[in-house]
């Protein structure tokens, strides 16, 4: 028997959608949809959904682009901000807690190297 294929990506979906109703206005009094389904109505829903993906898809590139030149921005404050650290520490070397006062995050416990094994 054959089996219908649904894509799950709204544009593919919403062009099917679009094909049925052309179809169906083709057909016209004769087509079988007729007192089976409120076309009418489903075809404003789709319209509106398809008018919310293009918002969606528009907000998606604004994000991007904003995210770009926040990025942009942030890198060279990011890397003042770890100089600055890195100052800081070696100015209070013998009470790095005072970092914390900064409002840097000090992590004092001591690191555990992996033992290195022989690999034969």
Known sequence: ?????FSQNFLVQYVLFMN???KHNAMGANSPL????DIASMN???????????????????????TEIRNNEWNEV??????????LKA???KTPHE????????????VVKPKKT???
């Open 91 to 93: 100015k209070y070397n």
């Open 44 to 66: 404003v829903k789709a319209d509106t959904a398809n008018a919310s993906n293009a918002q969606k898809e528009e907000y998606e590139r604004l994000a991007e682009k904003e």
């Open 118 to 120: 022989d690999s034969k």
């Open 99 to 110: 970092l914390g006062e900064w409002g840097f995050t000090v992590d004092d416990s001591t």
């Open 78 to 87: 990011n890397n003042m901000i770890r100089k600055i650290g890195q100052f």
């Open 34 to 37: 007729i007192n089976n389904f």
């Open 20 to 22: 049925i109703l052309k």
């Open 1 to 5: 028997m054959a089996r219908l294929k």
